[in-house]
């Protein structure tokens, strides 16, 4: 931290004749125009430049490279010594949509009805949760806010970490999550014993009833479709905004989120996906993938992996499984991408993707991982995921590796905002580290009755 | 205390009173009716039963082939090889294929204790941190004998898979009662109940929704309950000397159920459900030092050692894991093969290897379950005398997992030890049974066929010098067998 | 019966193998001799190419080129870095019960009593370089049960073999969410509330609890020293209760206090200063920061998360500088798990006080090994490398504060009970026989809180008295 505070004080002072002299932090995150020069950029699609040079304008990165001129009026941040990485996008989390896990009133993933795929993410995340700032400030730009619950949970956004409304927020892409059955297995809980067994017609009833969802989306957009190119003399479609939110899935517009865990399941969804064509698939979750990860390859579904920081899913399992699963699909021939599947913390993918890396994936495919590879999966790798010319500045300054947990991240940009390295937490600790500078007498803990 | 809440009777024996009486009719026929089979509307005549022509084991490992046995108003009077029948005797002649053996004795179970129906929800209390003893499940000084019910469809069942007394406990939680040893025959309580050994039953059971709830807390309740009885005792005695200048000792049965279990007269029979509980009991045992049996012990491989060097008289389950399903499927040789490929250098680094691993763990699973099988069997070998327990299983499936457990090594000897003369040792019933000797209660079981044998059939079973034969479709052993012999 | 297994038999070889494979580790106490590594004594810095030598299970000498003993295993560990077992405060493993939660004040029960050797997260712990777990009782009660320190003896099937041994006695209190709303808030069992329902109810439910301690123990007291005259005495109401609560004001047992909000922690400090008790570490401790002065001055210890927070309203207002924060200010910090995730990477947790805060590596480090182990009174054991000292260690490929660590070898009493290379992948001790073979059974994930988990599968036993045998 103290670092950071030299370096704050230091950038401030670095963006100095451009600017008034006077002040001593830019409080306010402000596009302009940012030249980072001097520093080891990571750029994830073309390689590693050793001292290269970064300039911003407005919201987009407009220039990359070793000899790279700065424009006028450009404020410079030197970054000798330091590294841009493109900002870390995060596969799968509920950020922005929970704020206190405990208070109901403050969380908003999951809506009534097993079948919610119009449930949009977008609409429910509070671009002011506490937690938001908490999260960029470790170099987190981007996620992916899901909702939760039932069979069609609602539709997930993929957003950036700085905005006032969701316009400003909406990273250009969503995806309709379906939450594969999972096949009940072993025995039931001793809470749950009384009655007849019903999880294996519950889980029967759950495919069929995902089939008969899917029948029927295909169904309706055929009804709307024959009735977009001609409405004249037609009854008018019945209202169905579930039907409405399935049918971009079916064309391949929006991406079908598929969550699943157990290797059975991922078979079985596997071939669920074939059979019904569905041209734009990814997998979450995926927590055994490594034990089907050739028929995963071989199907060509990409699968947003994690969290990497878990444990193994079977009690025989060795006990690293859940941190070399990435690193055994990405060797198989399988995309990955990471997630944390966290809300308050997904400061953490980070070290998710450390772990991925250390247990078998590798630093290079672990930073893909979590920066171009999803961004491809997403279809917004013109935009983000990569430090390349004409792409919006996501990115961060870091002192280092920010796998690294010694590592600070010292500038942060979304969408060539210059956001400012703050957050409660690191409020709190400017607060409290001396809390009681200027006190004279020494603090005492007295009796009750004083 | 209201026992009637503690131990409700099946409704089935309430609603049919009347069926009652005509079996309490026929019971209660002059003691003439032993021996033959009771018949209301023929006379009996004849109170000695003689079975001749038999294969007799008159104790584990001992045979008198040819034998006779006699027995006269429920006591034998005569074992052997050549033995003078009596002429008034009922004669049941072995024709050579029958064999004898002394009667079972299930050394702890609930039989002849109607589960109760309809658990609601348990009643409440204002303070749920400090609930009526009763509301605890602790009721010590209740007994096993005001809930015995003849009618109890388990008396039924255990007496045809050759159980011809009990060591019953009451239903309940922590300390439901005092167990009693019981006769699994009669037309009411008073004639099952056997004079003799009555240990405070107890077990790690917590109460629903008040304290105690978990085992550590029941472990704390047993320790607060016996130190204040401890107390109580000494203030007891104190004042039953002089009670001059002493206040009243206070008084309730809960503790003062206590009392004889710390002076030394009355054991604990405590009930362990696996390996973890019975470190529990040892331990309780340990601190507080009072006369303990155990029973249970599933999972006691582990134990083996502290068991024995504890010399607490133990009674294993009779229960078995059940097979997993994925073996019931396989073919007999295929699962000794799935056993025998076990390799523990197998690594399941990729996909590639999931088949292997599973193969593996099927080998892994099919080892534990032969250390459950097999856990009589080490005991035996270990040393460390035993009977069997039938709490908690299915009088149909004994027989069978008997013979499981003979299977991994239990010897026919030792299996039969534990049935009889260990569970009579255990209980201090060797004077009275557990083997074929003159003047012991005629408590026994016929056979046709060698006792564990897969086909054999449980034929007849004396309880008392009464007979009771196995229905035509139940007396098979081997439960699920289809011929008939 | 037609395909039952007892028919067939077990060569005595692959019994053997299969005893090895389950029973491996279960003799303790052995001898090792670790070259050329990195040591990390956390007490005292960092020895390059070091030996650790460790005898009889105890760290027999440290230093350069060592004479190896006959018969002791020699590992090299070039290039590798070594450091003291690691020590989580606050566990929940290897436990057959965690919560009796139908009381505020149960300080007469004991996880002693359910210690379970066969679980898993023994292992999973050591496979992070964990040797020693503090393994506590629940947080409905204000006054919880008393705790467990365990040695992380993989293979043991005794419950007593895996205590640690000479470790003092510890108990766990709870403030604020947790009892107001188990015991205040909660109708249940058909039984209405109890006190506590608020923090003020919690601090008067500990003053009763102390005041009717010292009653107790005086009037023992006092019958013990009539009794030695009087034989007619009349010995006082025994109390399992309060015998504990007495221990606590006899300072024979440490206090370990689930706590978050910053006033509910000077309130208990306020309760122990009133009692004489000078022992106690704030479990969580999440607003510990905003009084961090003030727990230095009563010499009050924090055991804290290294980021957990926001997943209830009393930590919403939390920061993951607080071990940083607390550390500067001189208050005995640690970073515990509480979960069955986090315990295999306590040394990642502790590596995070170093982006929040920039602890130093030794001060990282005493977060999982010195300080804890102050924090259970077993400093003099465990916690450093130390000549005389168990020999309890971890050994890392790369430095253990790094993200690309690996724990490649740990030992405890100088047995090696976690070995990344040669370890099977199924290490289990106990085989369930009637499970499913290869069940998924889904995965514990850093952003479980072992406090929902425990209160869901707790409150269950609590309410439908389930026996919670596999919690974690």
């Given amino acids: 931290m103290k670092r950071f505070m030299t370096f704050v004080l230091a950038v401030g002072f670095l963006i100095q004749p451009f600017e008034v002299q006077a002040q001593e932090q830019d409080e306010k995150a402000r596009q302009g125009t940012y030249a980072i020069t001097n520093a080891r950029i990571e750029t994830v699609a073309n390689g590693t430049i050793e001292r290269g040079t970064v300039v911003i304008e407005g919201d987009r990165i407009i220039a990359v490279g070793e000899n790279v001129a700065i424009p006028d009026g450009a404020r410079v941040i030197d970054g000798s010594g330091l590294h841009v990485y493109p900002g870390m996008i995060d596969s799968g989390t509920n950020l922005g949509l929970t704020e206190i896990g405990s208070v109901a009133e403050t969380n908003d993933t999951n809506e009534i009805g097993d079948i919610t795929p119009h449930m949009e993410a977008l609409t429910a995340v509070n671009p002011n949760a506490v937690a938001i700032p908490v999260t960029r400030v470790s170099g987190v730009t981007t996620v992916v806010a899901e909702p939760t619950g039932g069979l069609l949970p609602g539709t997930a956004a993929v957003i950036n970490l700085f905005g006032y409304t969701a316009e400003q927020m909406s990273a250009g892409s969503k995806m309709v999550i379906v939450q594969f059955p999972q096949e009940p297995s072993g025995n039931r809980p001793r809470w749950q014993q009384s009655g007849p067994d019903r999880r294996q017609e519950r889980y029967k009833d759950a495919l069929a009833k995902l089939d008969e969802v899917f029948d029927r989306a295909e169904l309706y957009d055929r009804i709307m479709t024959a009735y977009a190119a001609d409405p004249s003399g037609k009854e008018q479609p019945v209202y169905a905004p579930e039907m409405d939110a399935l049918r971009p899935v079916l064309s391949g517009d929006v991406a079908l989120m598929v969550k699943v865990d157990a290797a059975d399941d991922i078979l079985k969804a596997i071939d669920w996906v074939q059979k019904r064509e569905l041209p734009n698939v990814v997998f979450s979750g995926v927590n055994e993938g490594w034990r089907v990860a050739d028929k995963l390859a071989e199907a060509g579904i990409p699968t947003l992996v994690g969290p990497v920081l878990a444990t193994p899913t079977r009690s025989s399992d060795r006990y690293d499984r859940a941190y070399a699963n990435a690193g055994l699909m990405a060797e198989a021939g399988v995309k990955v991408a990471i997630r944390s599947g966290e809300s308050e913390n997904v400061r953490n993918l980070p070290f998710n993707a450390g772990f991925a890396a250390t247990y078998g994936l590798g630093k290079e495919a672990a930073l893909r991982a979590v920066t171009l590879a999803p961004a491809e999966m997403f279809g917004i790798a013109d935009d983000y995921g990569s430090i390349e010319v004409g792409k919006k500045a996501n990115l961060f300054v870091s002192d280092g590796d920010p796998f690294e947990t010694s590592t600070n991240i010292l500038a942060l940009f979304i969408d060539g905002f210059n956001v400012p390295i703050e957050s409660r937490h690191i409020d709190l600790y400017e607060e409290f580290l001396n809390r009681d500078e200027g006190r004279l007498q020494p603090v005492e803990i007295l009796p009750a009755d004083n | ?485 | 019966m037609r395909n039952s297994i007892m028919k067939y038999t077990f060569s005595t070889t692959l019994l053997a193998l299969l005893v090895v494979v389950s029973l491996g580790q279960a003799a303790f106490a052995q001898d090792v001799l670790i070259r050329n590594a990195t040591v990390l004594t956390v007490t005292n810095g960092t020895l390059e190419d070091t030996d650790v030598l460790i005898t009889d299970g105890v760290i027999a000498d440290i230093g350069t080129d060592l004479r190896a003993p006959r018969g002791v295993d020699v590992i090299d560990a070039t290039g590798k870095f070594v450091m003291p077992g690691i020590i989580d405060a606050h566990a929940h493993i290897a436990l057959s019960s965690i919560n009796e939660g139908s009381s505020p004040v149960t300080a007469e029960v004991s996880m002693e009593d359910v210690v379970n050797p066969y679980h898993l997260g023994i292992y999973r712990a050591s496979a992070g370089g964990v040797t020693v777990s503090h393994t506590m009782h629940g947080s409905a009660n204000v006054i919880g049960g008393q705790n467990e320190t365990i040695k992380h003896r993989w293979g043991a099937t005794d419950p007593d073999a895996i205590r640690f041994e000479g470790a003092p006695r510890t108990i766990k209190f709870a403030l604020g969410e947790n009892p107001t709303r188990v015991h205040g808030r909660r109708a249940s069992g058909g039984s209405g509330a109890i006190v506590p329902a608020t923090r003020m109810g919690v601090e008067q439910v500990l003053r009763s609890a102390f005041e009717n301690g010292k009653r107790y123990m005086e009037a023992w007291d006092a019958y013990n020293a009539e009794a030695a005259t009087n034989p007619r005495a009349v010995p006082p109401v025994w109390n399992e209760r309060l015998e504990v609560m007495a221990d606590i004001l006899r300072g024979e047992i440490l206090v370990h206090c689930h706590s978050y909000r910053a006033d509910e922690i000077v309130m208990l400090t306020r309760v122990l200063k009133d009692y004489g008790v000078d022992k106690i570490t704030f479990q969580h401790a999440n607003e510990a920061f905003k009084v961090a002065p003030e727990l230095a001055a009563y010499g009050a210890h924090a055991s804290v998360f290294a980021d957990w927070w926001s997943y209830k309203f009393e930590v919403y207002y939390s920061t993951a500088y607080n071990a940083a924060i607390l550390t500067r200010n001189g208050v005995i910090t640690s970073v515990n798990s509480d979960s069955g995730e986090l315990n295999r990477h306590l040394y990642h947790e502790a590596a995070k006080s170093q982006r929040y805060g920039g602890l130093t590596d030794d001060e990282a480090l005493a977060l999982i090994t010195i300080n804890p182990a102050i924090q259970l009174g077993i400093q003099d054991r465990v916690g450093s490398i130390e000549i005389g000292k168990d020999g309890d260690v971890a050994i890392f490929e790369g430095h253990p504060l790094s993200v690309y660590t690996i724990p490649v070898l740990t030992y405890v009493d100088g047995v090696k009970v976690f070995d990344r290379e040669n370890d099977p992948d199924d290490v289990r001790v106990d085989v369930d026989p009637t499970a499913e073979v290869g069940m998924y059974e889904g995965q514990i994930t850093g952003k479980d809180h072992i406090h929902s988990h425990e209160e869901v599968v707790d409150m269950l036993h609590f309410f439908q008295s389930v026996a919670d045998t596999h919690i974690h």
């Fill in chain 2, 1 to 485: 205390m209201p026992k009637e809440a503690a131990f409700p009777r099946s409704s089935r024996a309430g609603n049919s009173r009347g069926l009652l009486w005509l079996a309490a009719a026929l019971w209660l026929l002059p003691s003439e009716a032993l021996a033959q089979k009771n018949s209301p509307d023929i006379p009996v005549v004849s109170t000695v039963t003689a079975i001749q022509n038999a294969r007799i084991v008159p104790s584990p490992g001992q045979v008198i082939e040819s034998g006779t046995v006699v027995f006269r108003d429920g006591v034998i009077t005569a074992v052997g090889r050549r033995v003078d029948i009596p002429y008034d005797a009922h004669v049941i002649d072995g024709g050579d294929s029958l064999s004898v053996y002394a009667g079972f004795i299930d050394a702890l179970s609930h039989v002849g204790i109607p589960e109760p129906r309809n658990q609601g929800q348990p009643e409440s209390v204002p303070d749920r941190s400090n609930p009526p003893f009763e509301r605890a499940g602790i009721t010590p000084e209740a007994s096993a004998r005001t809930a015995l019910d003849p009618e109890d469809d388990a008396v039924e069942a255990m007496r045809h898979a050759g159980f011809t007394t009990a060591l019953v406990a009451p239903r309940g939680r922590m300390l439901p009662g005092q167990a009693t040893l019981a006769l699994l025959a009669g037309t009411d309580a008073s004639e099952m109940i056997l004079q003799g050994a009555e240990p405070m039953f107890f077990q790690f059971e917590g109460a629903q929704g008040v304290y105690p709830g978990t085992p550590m807390g029941v472990m704390s309740k047993f320790r607060q309950l016996y130190r204040e009885a401890d107390r109580r005792r000494k203030l007891e005695a104190m004042y039953s000397e002089d009670p001059s200048g002493l206040s009243k000792p206070p008084f309730d049965p809960v503790h003062e159920a206590f009392f004889p279990v710390i002076a030394g007269n009355r054991s604990v029979a405590i009930w362990a459900d696996d390996v973890l509980e019975i470190h529990r009991a040892m331990t309780l045992q340990e601190e507080l030092g009072f006369s303990m049996m155990l029973f249970g012990l599933e999972g006691g491989f582990d134990t083996l050692s502290n068991v024995a060097a504890s010399g607490v008289p133990v009674a294993l389950t009779l229960d078995l894991p059940d097979k997993p399903r994925w073996a019931a499927k396989v073919e007999a040789d295929s699962l000794q093969q799935i056993l025998d490929a076990y390799d523990d250098e197998t690594r399941t680094a990729t996909f590639r290897d999931v088949e292997a691993e599973q193969r593996n763990l099927e080998s892994r699973q099919l080892w534990s379950r032969a250390r459950y099988v097999g856990m009589a069997a080490a005991y035996h070998d270990a040393g460390v005398p035993f009977a069997f327990a039938s709490m908690g299983v299915d009088a149909k499936d004994i027989h069978a997992n008997l013979r499981e457990m003979i299977g991994e090594g239990l010897s026919s000897d030792a299996a039969l030890a534990a049935l009889t003369t260990n569970a009579a040792s255990m209980l201090g019933l060797s004077d009275r049974m557990g083997a074929i000797r003159t003047g012991m209660m005629a408590n026994l079981v016929v056979t046709h066929g060698s006792l564990f044998n897969e086909d054999t059939k449980i034929t007849m079973t004396f309880v008392n010098g009464h007979m009771f034969e196995a229905p035509a479709s139940t007396g098979r052993t081997g439960s699920n067998s289809p011929s008939d012999r």
